[in-house]
């Protein structure tokens, strides 16, 4: 696979730094949500424990998606510093290039298609 040019490299860092930004204020904004005691008000509406229930399992989901996107905001970040090291779109699994079309198509991809397929199944892909 040919290294990216120097122009889709900076086309691809833009895109990253844009959802950097818009992921970075979701976050803010989730982190003030739940500061303002949504499930202390949501147990207070609420008597039986089946509804108290309710009320964990909405934090619990508040608490995934707020997970989710700190892991995708650290994923950014690492694309970013391996593009100031002249690393971007590198396998970190082994280290090809990742193709132009994978990092099109989510620039923060940390793996080549062989390797991603080979961890979804938990297992290295199979020697032929
Ligand atoms: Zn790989």
């Given at each position: 696979?040919?290294?990216?040019?120097?122009?889709?490299?900076?086309?691809?860092?833009?895109?990253?730094?844009?959802?950097?930004?818009?992921?970075?204020?979701?976050?803010?904004?989730?982190?003030?949500?739940?500061?303002?005691?949504?499930?202390?008000?949501?147990?207070?509406?609420?008597?039986?424990?089946?509804?108290?229930?309710?009320?964990?399992?909405?934090?619990?989901?508040?608490?995934?998606?707020?997970?989710?996107?700190?892991?995708?905001?650290?994923?950014?970040?690492?694309?970013?510093?391996?593009?100031?090291?002249?690393r971007?779109?590198l396998?970190?699994?082994?280290g090809?290039?990742?193709?132009?079309?994978?990092?099109?198509?989510?620039?923060?991809?940390?793996?080549?298609?062989?390797?991603?397929?080979?961890?979804?199944?938990?297992?290295?892909?199979?020697?032929?």
């Amino acid at each position: 696979m040919n290294r990216l040019s120097a122009q889709e490299v900076d086309h691809l860092k833009q895109r990253l730094r844009t959802e950097h930004g818009q992921l970075r204020r979701e976050v803010a904004a989730e982190l003030a949500r739940s500061s303002q005691g949504r499930y202390v008000e949501l147990a207070g509406q609420v008597h039986d424990r089946g509804d108290e229930a309710v009320a964990d399992l909405l934090e619990d989901l508040e608490i995934a998606a707020l997970d989710r996107h700190v892991h995708r905001v650290r994923l950014i970040e690492t694309a970013l510093g391996a593009i100031d090291t002249g690393r971007y779109g590198l396998c970190r699994a082994c280290g090809v290039q990742i193709g132009s079309a994978r990092l099109e198509a989510d620039p923060a991809v940390e793996r080549c298609i062989d390797c991603q397929t080979a961890a979804e199944q938990g297992r290295h892909a199979p020697t032929l």
